[in-house]
């Protein structure tokens, strides 16, 4: 019978520990994993930046082609590039919060994941030059422990509806230009990636995205902010 009681014990430490949705139910409220309204609105949102060789690229296509994003930027890699940060405000766009290091949340200790949290985003914040409002746990999961400090930090948690494996060098542009037609509906928020994944992986994502929006608004979507597709 032991090891009944050893066992339950052990998994209800890390479901309280590691379970996304216990932190987020406990302590933030609802997550957003999809826009709201009618009509055929879309969001593009891009994780892991700012990489000096992919995002001013990111930031002229998506200027050429007048789309609204969102930024959800590495507080270690936009220590290393502020002005990407500041490039990022001027073309219009918006960011979140996405971790300083990028860890897995359930391989950070309770007060890495506050602290790190806390001091990154004040950073950030500085940088950017007003208080951050979104944050996208890294990989989509965190701890209790992320969970009560977004919700001290009055940060709302938005994940993604549709992304494309554009991390994956092996996608190419045809595979991210399909899995994007093929994934995205109305109220789609996409996650694609400017930084971060395979070695040339998004060289593969700036590729398609010109590409992917024409089809896309071809078909009737129409590219919004993040604010606007959340309805706030
Ligand atoms: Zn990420």
Do not use: C
Not at 194 to 202: H, L, R, T
């Amino acid at each position: 019978m032991m090891w009944f009681y050893v066992m339950s014990f052990g998994i209800m430490v890390i479901w309280a520990y590691a379970g996304w949705d216990a932190g987020v139910r406990l302590f933030s409220g609802k997550t957003v994993r999809r826009g709201t309204g009618s009509g055929q609105r879309i969001h593009l949102s891009f994780d892991d930046g700012p990489d000096p060789r992919y995002t001013p690229i990111l930031l002229d296509i998506l200027r050429q082609k007048q789309v609204p994003a969102s930024f959800f930027i590495v507080g270690r890699r936009a220590e290393e590039a502020p002005d990407l940060i500041k490039a990022i405000r001027e073309a219009g766009h918006e960011i979140g919060w996405h971790t300083y290091f990028h860890k897995h949340a359930y391989l950070l200790s309770p007060w890495r994941s506050i602290e790190t949290m806390r001091r990154g985003k004040a950073e950030l914040e500085r940088i950017w030059g007003e208080p951050l409002r979104w944050f996208r746990p890294p990989w989509g999961a965190s701890n209790v422990f992320q969970g009560w400090a977004a919700k001290r930090l009055r940060l709302q948690v938005v994940l993604w509806t549709a992304n494309a494996r554009d991390w994956s060098f092996s996608t190419g542009k045809a595979g991210i230009i399909r899995r994007l037609q093929s994934r995205v509906k109305p109220n789609t928020i996409i996650v694609l990636h400017d930084a971060g994944g395979d070695p040339g992986a998004p060289g593969h994502m700036l590729e398609a995205l010109p590409e992917a929006i024409d089809i896309l608004r071809a078909s009737g979507y129409e590219f919004v902010s993040l604010r606007e597709i959340t309805g706030g």
